[in-house]
């Protein structure tokens, strides 16, 4: 009776130590697409995107076959108006469409945000169309720029501004792990001055970070 309770208590032990295995290389795992993520994109410039969110809602995703990842779909972006303190949906045309889908996306937009692009974009309504084609052409040169590591789930990811409290950008991996780049630190609120303080740095500008859920699976 006693060797089977040894060998139950042997057993317990075993599979506590695969739990706290498993937990840990996910852990690691998480950590290392920062890491991978930071030096893929590293020395590349996010000038264009300081007032842009992308993916931050009404999304989908498709799986591409040729990456073995999942292709993040939206429709629209945020972009910040500093005069209204707002954020702008601005409806956007896929990347690589033509000129007569441009065209259609572009009817789709609503006056107000008409004027919102005259104010930004600094040109007159009758040359709104090219200005709006060039400008999302711009953001889109910008955002699929950025590279994500081959073990990330989305090979294209969602990318936040935050214009309201600081000059950073979050890039969003996955449901579980998020980048910060933080461009100047001096425009940081104190929250999230604080808060970049109590996260792993990658770098002098760079963060990581890992939801409690994740590093407890």
């Known amino acids: 009776m006693g060797i089977e309770n040894d060998k139950l208590l042997q057993l317990g032990m075993l599979l506590s ?30 000038d264009g995107l300081y007032d842009v969110s992308i993916g931050v809602r009404r999304t989908s995703s498709e799986y591409d076959e040729s990456s073995h990842q999942n292709h993040l779909i939206f429709n629209s972006i945020e972009v910040f108006d500093a005069e209204s303190k707002k954020d702008i949906t601005i409806p956007v045309f896929n990347r690589g469409a033509s000129l007569a889908e441009q065209d259609s996306i572009f009817r789709k937009i609503k006056p107000e945000v008409k004027e919102f692009l005259v104010r930004k974009l600094g040109k007159p309504d009758s040359e709104l169309f090219d200005s709006y084609v060039e400008y999302i052409s711009n953001v889109y040169q910008k955002y699929y720029d950025i590279a994500t590591p081959p073990g990330n789930n989305y090979k294209n990811i969602v990318v936040e501004s935050h214009p309201r409290t600081g000059k950073f950008i979050t890039f969003a991996l996955n449901d579980k792990v998020k980048v910060y780049y933080v461009a100047d630190s001096s425009t940081l609120n104190e929250y999230w001055a604080k808060r970049f303080n109590g996260l792993k740095k990658l770098d002098k500008d760079w963060y990581c970070e890992i939801t409690e859920e994740s590093k407890t699976n």
């Open 17 to 46: 130590l695969i739990v706290m295995f498993g937990c840990l290389q996910r852990k690691i795992d998480s950590y290392q697409l920062c890491k991978e993520f930071y030096e893929l994109n590293k020395q590349k410039k996010f």
